[in-house]
């Protein structure tokens, strides 16, 4: 029984197309993220959502749109894809608040942008 | 701005080895830390979370250790086997509220 699960897992596109990716976790957490992994592995925060509000806001590029319409899920649409957009994106959720807040992340959606 | 390094980038050991990964944090005020294991071409997998209040956790082979006020963690492997070559995470929780990563150790455990 997954917790936190993205589709897809991969995706392979032409730049200039635009594409959307889900997230959806069955854990009961009220708080939400979308992680950037590049090419070094390295992973940053993009945004993340707060009982359906928008808590962080990275300097990330105005194509990129996440919308949340309930706390158990969060999707991500990509507009006008680039090629430096190609990446893997993660998908995570906890609990708000302090010191017990574990996270939890999906397995990921490798895109491709050719 | 927190800012979270890992030392070593990479690390090669013989199995049967006990070894240790450090993690360094810029900023002390944290809610926890949480070490991760990621395989090649997967997610993360939670290992172990320390809260900000306490100085260590242990699940089994491994042992995770907290010092707040100076900055670090580090994390524990003893007797180390092949299944364990993975790339190690550590990830800070602070005010802001979002998890902030290291750069990873990348580990290989040869046979």
């Known amino acids: 029984d997954t917790a936190v699960s993205q589709t897809p897992k991969y995706l392979v596109t032409q730049m200039g197309n635009d594409k959307s990716i889900k997230c959806e976790q069955n854990?009961?957490?009220?708080?939400m993220y979308w992680y950037k992994q590049d090419s070094k592995k390295f992973l940053k925060i993009m945004f993340s959502?707060?009982?359906?509000?928008?808590?962080i806001n990275e300097t990330v590029p105005n194509r990129f749109s996440p919308k949340s319409p309930d706390k158990a899920h969060l999707n991500l649409h990509i507009n006008s894809l680039e090629l430096g957009d190609s990446a893997v994106y993660f998908c995570?959720?906890?609990?708000?608040?302090?010191?017990?807040?574990?996270?939890?992340f999906g397995q990921g959606t490798r895109l491709t942008v050719v | 701005k927190q800012e979270v390094t890992q030392i070593p980038a990479a690390l090669s050991v013989p199995e049967g080895e006990n070894l240790v990964l450090n993690c360094s944090f810029t900023?002390?005020?944290?809610?926890?830390l949480q070490w991760f294991r990621q395989d090649p071409g997967k997610g993360l997998t939670s290992l172990l979370l320390?809260?900000?209040?306490?100085r260590e956790q242990t699940s089994g082979r491994l042992n995770a250790s907290l010092d707040k006020s100076s900055g670090r963690s580090t994390l524990y492997i003893a007797a180390s086997q092949p299944g364990d070559s993975a790339t190690y995470l550590c990830?800070?929780?602070?005010?802001?509220?979002?998890?902030?990563f290291g750069p990873g150790t990348r580990l290989s455990v040869l046979p």
């Open positions: 995570a959720s906890s609990h708000w608040g302090g010191e017990n807040t574990e996270a939890f």
């Open positions: 854990l009961g957490h009220d708080t």
């Open positions: 959502y707060n009982n359906k509000e928008l808590i």
């Open positions: 900023d002390s005020a944290i809610y926890n």
């Open positions: 320390i809260q900000s209040s306490q």
């Open positions: 990830a800070v929780r602070g005010p802001g509220q979002n998890f902030v």
